[in-house]
């Protein structure tokens, strides 16, 4: 069922929203397709809206929502609408709050997925409910929409699941959910398991998982690490409480363990060390025209790059894309890798292409060397911090780029691969030094006084080329 008028209500409500990607841009809501009505009470449906912008771009998003026949003053911040609706007219009057702020609604969300038959699907009009594994889902527990989400929408399910909402809704499998799909039914521990996924024709829509609750983010882990060092002024970084090292040998493992399920699983290719090279030289090209401060380290970069064509094809397989300490969980179980959606940026196709993991590994290098120079940087806010300081920050970050780079490896050669050749060091210079590039132009837009930190990695990297 599909409305083709004005949608100002809609349109209002988008304005506002976190995960907008059109917000402070003019848009109208021009389309709204209703995907599915879920069994409840109370009734909660699944709506697609097209967006459209003044230059004649559209983009699709998702609006999972909930329909009251009276005003719900508890979830008043979520309303989105009031009157007859016009994709069911028939209903009357009626008060319609997005879904994920309603824990009436999310209940019937749940229990949709507990009506699914574990390893098969159960469709309910144009959207199917798909379940993975034989978990016993929870359903006496209440739901806590996350906050702090940005591009989709989390709500937990008690201290049991999690599901997952893809706010922006694009054609074709999303990553997150087909890797962690393979990832489970590997029983690969590296993860979070998926339960199940919501899938509209080619379009996926939510993913049901495993919610790891008493998790520690990798990244908060790090910086506490860093703040350990630089209290003890007296100590190296193997001497402190803190010590970082044995946890990123620990997260170097992980991360092989799940290149060597996905490169198993999906297959394995290669291409051409010229054609990454040139890539990498397009991408620094375009950042030169606008950010000046890279314009010193051009040359070696160049040269970084250039290396790059005398090594050959090398292996490509299928990566998380978008790795970072930001991405990983560390449970008492061991670590966990999220969020296997790519690089936001890229277009879906782009993200679901085979890469090299050697992209992945430089990556978590380029997030141990943010972690301990974001600490510096507030070392230097509040006052001098001394002149031991960058030393000690050097130690940190080579001591942790070190144990992880030997825990991939030494897991990747468990698992019948070889050593790190010098040919991938350079592949690993090369893929630190692009993104580095990419930092400092992200870094000159958004945040002119970090830009020192990628330029000082390319300085780094530049001298040993």
Known sequence: MTSTSSHPQMTAYLAHARWFAGKGRDHVVTDVTRVATLPGPPTVTIDVVDVTYPDGSTERYQMPLVHHVEEQHRIGHALVGHGTDELDPDAGERWTYDAVHDREAMAVYLQTFCSTPSGGEQAYGGATFHRVGDHELATDVHSTLFSGEQSNSSVAFGDDSLLKVFRKVTSGRNPDIEIHEVLTEAENPNVAALYGWVQAGEDDLAMLQQFLRTAADGWDLALSSVRNLFSEADLH?????????????????????????????????????????????????????????????????????????DLGRQ????????????????????????????????????????????????????????????????LHEVGDPGPQVEYRAQE??????????????????EAGGSAMTDAERALVDAYEADKAVYEVGYEARNRPTWVDIPLAAISRIGDHA
């Open 237 to 309: 970084a193997d001497e402190v409480g803190g010590d970082f090292a044995g946890e990123s040998e620990r997260l170097g493992a992980a991360v092989a363990d799940v290149h060597v399920v996905l490169r198993e699983h999906f297959g394995h290719d290669t291409v051409d060390g010229a054609s990454l090279a040139e890539q990498m030289r397009v991408r620094l090209e375009a950042q030169l025209a606008g950010v000046p401060p890279l314009a010193p380290h051009a040359d070696a970069l160049r040269r970084v790059f250039a290396d790059l064509g």
């Open 315 to 378: 292996e490509v397989h299928r990566v998380h894309g978008d790795l970072h300490l930001g991405q990983t969980l560390r449970t008492a179980r061991g670590w966990k890798l999220v969020d296997f959606e790519g690089e936001p940026a890229k277009p879906l196709a782009e993200r679901r292409l085979p890469d090299s993991p050697w992209r992945d590994v430089a990556g978590m290098l380029r997030s141990f060397d943010y972690a301990v120079e974001s600490v510096v940087k507030d």
């Open 396 to 413: 940190w970050r080579e001591r942790n780029r070190a144990a992880f780079l030997h825990g991939y490896v030494e897991r990747r050669v």
